[in-house]
Structures are given as structure tokens and as C-alpha cells.
């Protein structure tokens, strides 16, 4: 069977397919009320303002970037605040990268491409896929997007509709479930403690599967929790998926070069080839090459899908802006070293903040193995963390982000994207706050 036969993606069809004629809409009368002017008692006009549709009314904005944003404004505003909120590197994207962005400006690519993205570079990500990854991808496989975000909302859009369900790990990345509902599905979390490592569980997974589930998702290296999936453990999965063909798999893999020593990347599709029908491999420049402003990410997959996501995106933001997929392309073609760099850089960040958060009271940590972050257990101190983190900014001026928004409300996320100075602040506003409840 080719990859992507018999896995169409109904959801995008029946949402672009049948064409309707919209006539001429009135508002409903139960939505123009007659409003009495203040003091003179006239009646004013109906308001104008456009009611949001139910979708707007339940998205929640990022609170990842809200806070970070209001730990700028703080500092902004002369404050004093050290903030390990941001999960973005601190370092320069790599010269030879920037350059190569600049010569493709200056030679002129500055105008429409490709909808799916540049040849050259869907044909090197495919080529890193199938030398790195050992992932049997071609390049009309792969399509590049506004960044991993948008390739992970292209595909939840073409792939999940009313009456779907996401399987969906927890501790999650908070967009996720936003993006579920979005495209009308629901929700199906699958509690993995930190007594568990944070490790999906294969009877967890067999357990909340469903006639309804579609999709499940698989962040490894994982955010917040810098759990890593080893082999034995997607071969587990692997097998559990098996046993239910309806379920697609998405893996998140944009962390993937940033792995504690002894700890290895593994891509489900080459764990068990037999699946690659509808497994989804999802990564970007982002992480890897300090390249989080470029936005530039991409979703590999079967190729019907792909074909589906990409139709989509020639709807919503078409390519992605020219010259920087020169950038990108000079990124995935160069030397890993730069790479490699980072990562051992993130590394020695991790450990420190690790043996920080290690040795403090009613602090408990289960030790990250990848990612950049650390996602400790607070709830000794009995607060709740969207309480424990406004009190920590409020009072030491520390801006890290509350379990909440990924699902954990026992445990509080800091990123070690930081340089090692603002990161030995940082345990040190945060041992100073504990001392204080």
C-alpha cells in the first residue's frame, strides 16, 4: 500500500468541499438590543461590534507567551525580574545561517513560492529524515510551514472533526488540546504522574482508546517535562497501536537534538516501520538551530495528508516567507557542530538547574532527560501553581510558568534557555520565596 492510502482526511473534505451560497444575513433580533442612552433616555443604535463565533469564545491565549510577555513589561517598567519563562535559546542563530538568509535576499527571493515550500528545501528535509531518522520519506512528503506550531495545527485541521478525539498524553505542550478543539474534536487525557517518569503508560494507552480516537500525540523529547521516549517504550506503543488502525500518531520531535548524555532520539516510523501508513513526524529550525523568530518548521507524512495540509495552508498563510527558507536550507545542509554547541550548553544548564531545584525543600523533581526544562512537583507547599507563580513574580520577581496550562497543576515549569548567571538568579529568587510561605 502506498503511505497515505486509505487514510483521507474526511474532515478537511467535508469542510471545503460542499459549496454554499450565502445570501444576504440579518442579525437576530434577540442580538440588537434597544439600549437606553445614559441621563437623556433616547434610544441608541444597535452596536455593531461582530458577536465571536463559539470557536473564538472558548480559545485561551498562550500562557507561556502571555507570561513571558508580562515579565518584559514588568522589566520594561523598571522592575527587577529574572524570568525562566521563555522556552526559546538565548544564542545567536549561526552566522553561516543569517548569511545565507541575506544572499537570498539580496539575489532576489523575496517574492511567492511554493505553497508546500521551496523544492530544495523539502528535498533536504526529506533527505535528513531518511539519513537521520532512517525515516522513508520524499520530499513530496514533506511540507513546510509557519514553524512546528502551524505544521501541528495544519494537520489537526485535515485530519480530526466533530465526533474525533485526541489522545493526548499529560503533561502536554498547551497548545495541543487548543488546537483539538479547534477543529471541533475533543479531548482525551491520559494522566502520566510524576511517579511514572511522565511516561505513557501502554495500558494507559490501551485503556482510553476509543471507537472516536483518531489521533494520538507524542512529544519526545517532551515540554514541560524533558521526558524521553526510549525504543523499548515506542516498541510498547507500537504495539499497543497495532491492535487499533484507526489511530494515527503524531510526533512532535522538536527537541530532538536536545538530550541528556546516555539518552537517545528515536522516531516512531522507524521503530516500527509497519506503521508509517499514519505516523506524522512534526519538527522545525526552531530549537535546534536557535532559529525561533525564522519560523520555519515542517510535517512529514503519508502523502495524501501531506497533499491535504498543504491545500490548507494555500488557503490560510500560503509558503513561508522566501528568504528564510534560504536560511533554513543552508541550516539542514551545514555541519552539526553549532547544533552540537547548543545542545552541550543546554546540557550543563539542565544539570545546574536540576541540582538547584534537587536540593530545596518540598521541592520534588523528577530529573529531566532532554528539552530545556525542568517541571518540579511544588505542591507540598499548598498552593495551587497559577497561585504559586503570581506570588513568586509578585513577591522575588521570578516569571517561570504554572502547571496549570499543561495540565499539572501540582508542578511549576522553568526553562534553562538562560544563561547560567540568570538561572543560579533564579534558584535563588525561588529559594528565597519558599523560605518566606
Not at 437623556?40 to 461590534?49: C, K, L, N
Not at 518540579?376 to 510558568?401: I, K, Q, Y
Not at 502547571?403 to 538562560?418: H, P, Q, T, W
Amino acid at each position: 500500500m502506498e503511505q497515505g492510502e486509505g487514510f483521507v482526511p474526511v474532515a478537511f473534505r467535508a469542510r471545503l468541499n460542499p459549496r454554499r451560497e450565502i445570501g444576504r444575513a440579518r442579525w437576530p433580533p434577540q442580538l440588537m438590543p434597544r439600549v437606553p442612552m445614559p441621563d437623556t433616555g433616547m434610544i441608541a443604535a444597535p452596536s455593531t461590534t461582530p458577536i465571536l463565533s463559539a470557536r473564538a469564545r472558548a480559545l485561551q491565549p498562550s500562557l507561556t507567551l502571555a507570561i513571558s510577555a508580562r515579565a518584559k513589561a514588568l522589566r520594561a517598567a523598571g522592575k527587577d525580574i529574572c524570568s525562566l519563562s521563555a522556552g526559546e535559546p538565548d544564542f545567536d542563530t549561526p552566522a553561516f545561517i543569517r548569511q545565507a538568509a541575506a544572499d537570498a535576499l539580496e539575489a532576489g527571493h523575496t517574492r511567492y513560492g511554493p505553497a508546500a515550500g521551496e523544492p530544495a528545501l523539502r528535498s533536504a528535509i526529506a533527505a535528513k529524515l531518511c539519513s537521520e531518522n532512517q525515516l522513508a520519506i520524499s520530499p513530496e512528503q514533506v511540507l513546510v510551514t509557519n514553524g512546528g506550531k502551524q505544521a501541528l495545527y495544519n494537520l489537526f485541521q485535515v485530519l480530526l472533526g466533530p465526533g474525533d478525539e485526541l489522545l493526548l498524553p499529560s503533561p502536554y505542550w498547551l497548545s495541543y488540546p487548543e488546537m483539538a478543539q479547534l477543529a471541533g474534536a475533543s479531548v482525551a487525557l491520559i494522566a502520566c504522574s510524576p511517579a511514572q517518569g511522565f511516561r505513557l503508560d501502554p495500558a494507559q494507552l490501551e485503556a482510553a482508546i476509543t471507537p472516536s480516537s483518531k489521533l494520538l500525540v507524542l512529544n519526545s523529547p517532551g515540554n514541560p517535562t524533558g521526558m524521553v521516549l526510549s525504543r523499548p517504550e515506542l516498541e510498547a506503543i507500537a504495539a499497543v497501536l497495532r491492535r487499533h488502525p484507526q489511530v494515527a500518531v503524531v510526533c512532535d520531535e522538536i527537541y530532538e537534538f536536545l538530550l541528556a548524555p546516555g539518552h537517545s532520539h528515536h522516531s516512531l516510523a522507524a521503530v516500527a516501520p509497519d506503521l508509517a501508513d499514519r505516523v506524522f513526524t512534526v519538527n522545525g529550525f526552531a530549537k535546534g538551530w536557535a532559529m525561533t523568530g525564522w519560523r520555519v518548521g515542517w510535517l512529514a507524512g503519508p502523502r495524501e495528508v501531506v497533499a491535504a495540509a498543504s491545500a490548507l495552508q494555500s488557503q490560510s498563510t500560503s509558503n513561508v516567507c522566501s528568504f528564510a527558507q534560504f536560511g533554513a536550507l543552508a541550516a539542514i545542509n551545514g555541519p552539526r557542530d553549532c547544533v552540537r554547541a547548543m545542545a552541550a550548553k543546554f546540557d550543563e544548564r539542565r544539570n545546574l538547574l536540576a541540582a538547584g531545584l534537587t536540593g530545596m525543600d518540598g521541592v520534588e523533581l523528577e530529573p529531566p532527560q532532554g528539552a530545556f526544562y525542568a517541571f518540579p512537583d511544588v505542591s507540598a507547599h499548598g498552593l495551587d501553581s497559577m497561585t504559586f507563580c503570581n506570588r513568586l513574580l509578585d513577591e522575588v520577581g521570578l516569571a517561570v510558568v504554572p502547571g496549570v496550562a499543561f495540565g499539572e497543576d501540582r508542578c511549576i515549569r522553568l526553562s534553562c534557555a538562560a544563561n547560567p548567571a540568570t538561572l543560579a538568579d533564579g534558584l535563588e529568587r525561588l529559594k528565597r520565596f519558599l523560605a518566606a510561605l
